[in-house]
């Protein structure tokens, strides 16, 4: 399985929902991030996650909250979101090597939109 | 000025065409990647270099380390390869970070 899937596909809530997004890989990778990427722009790193620790946190504001259960599985919940955090969220993993740069592997993303 | 800097930013070709996108980085780097990305979201990696030059079916990826400048190139074009490429590097000191540009929009008409 050389996939990361992520659901769900779509997601539309309000600025007083609570949801979640979900990634998962099965590649025994123990490396995972959430990526934001905004129309027509490059992504923008959002966390890492290394050995299932939270390892970068690229100053991303509390009302987004990343959770990594095990080492297949990374959520991302979601609160009191604003109108510009609608955008597509993408999921990846790697191998984790500290010498070794490894090859990241993207899911197909989560499109929010926030009303 | 980007890290960064891919050109061109729009590329329109006819089926069958050889398709060259650049990229030029001003750092370090220990590895680039390519990536494609379709309207509608997920990002597919294409390659991975850090020397010389790979090739998988019309796609061939060439890098110089010594000029910080990678191409990405396609033969006989089909529209179907219409997509964002996007050039990412793994800048040497940046931990696990990737710096991206700012993407090429291919389009490939029959």
């Known amino acids: ?115 | 000025k980007n890290e960064v800097e891919q050109s061109p930013q729009n590329l329109t070709a006819q089926e069958g065409e050889f398709i060259t996108i650049n990229c030029s980085y001003s750092v370090g780097i220990s590895a680039l990647h390519w990536l494609q990305q379709h309207p509608g979201g997920g990002i597919v990696s294409l390659f991975m270099l850090s020397s010389g030059k790979k090739k998988h079916g019309r796609l061939i990826a060439t890098i110089n380390i010594q000029e910080k400048h990678s191409s990405l190139h396609i033969t006989a074009s089909h529209p179907r390869d219409s997509a964002v490429y996007i050039c990412a590097v793994k800048e040497e000191t940046s931990g696990s970070r990737l710096t991206f540009g700012e993407g090429t929009q291919l389009t490939v008409n029959p």
């Open chain 1, 1 to 115: 399985d050389t996939e990361v899937t992520q659901t769900p596909k779509h997601l539309v809530m309000g600025m007083t929902n609570k949801k979640s997004l979900k990634c998962e890989q099965h590649m025994g990778h123990r490396a995972m991030y959430w990526y934001k990427q905004k129309a027509k722009k490059p992504p923008e790193l959002m966390f890492v996650y290394s050995y299932e620790k939270l390892s970068i946190n690229e100053s991303v504001p509390s009302r987004f909250s990343p959770e990594c259960p095990n080492s297949s599985l990374l959520n991302l919940h979601l609160h009191a979101l604003q109108p510009e955090d609608s955008a597509l969220y993408l999921c990846a993993s790697s191998q984790v090597d500290l010498v070794v740069y490894n090859e990241q592997f993207f899911g197909p993303g989560t499109r929010l939109t926030v009303l």
